[in-house]
């Protein structure tokens, strides 16, 4: 059974940083996609990071320069380091897993944390 906890959120000023981790176990894919995402209220989710079992990376352009995704711990744990933060990044983040067929594109990521919430004041 595949199980996703994050931690880590909490309220931060503008400027500031937080780190995310999500714990997760249970998935024994050879090729997966890690990732997080963030929901702001009334808008859609958006991928924020990802990574793949092979180490590569990619992030929105939103938080390219300021966000940092990685893993550790034999994959077990994933973290989102985020620094110069700012209003808009205020969300629920989750982590997500999947087996990787592609890309590593949304509908790869089958498995989802409870989330945890951002929230960076002016």
């Known amino acids: 059974q595949v199980q996703l906890l994050e931690s880590g959120g909490g309220s931060v000023q503008s400027g500031g940083s937080l780190t995310l981790a999500c714990a997760a176990s249970g998935y024994t894919y050879s090729r997966y996609c890690l990732g997080w995402f963030r929901q702001a209220p009334g808008k859609e989710r958006e991928g924020v990071a990802i990574i793949e079992s092979n180490g590569s990376t990619r992030y929105a352009d939103s938080v390219k320069g300021r966000f940092t995704i990685s893993q550790a711990n034999a994959k077990n744990t994933l973290y989102l380091q985020m620094s110069s933060l700012k209003p808009e990044d205020t969300g629920m983040y989750y982590c997500?897993?999947?087996?990787?067929?592609?890309?590593?594109?949304?509908?790869?990521?089958?498995?989802w944390g409870q989330g945890t919430q951002v929230t960076v004041s002016s």
């Open positions: 997500a897993v999947g087996r990787q067929y592609f890309g590593c594109a949304d509908y790869e990521f089958a498995y």
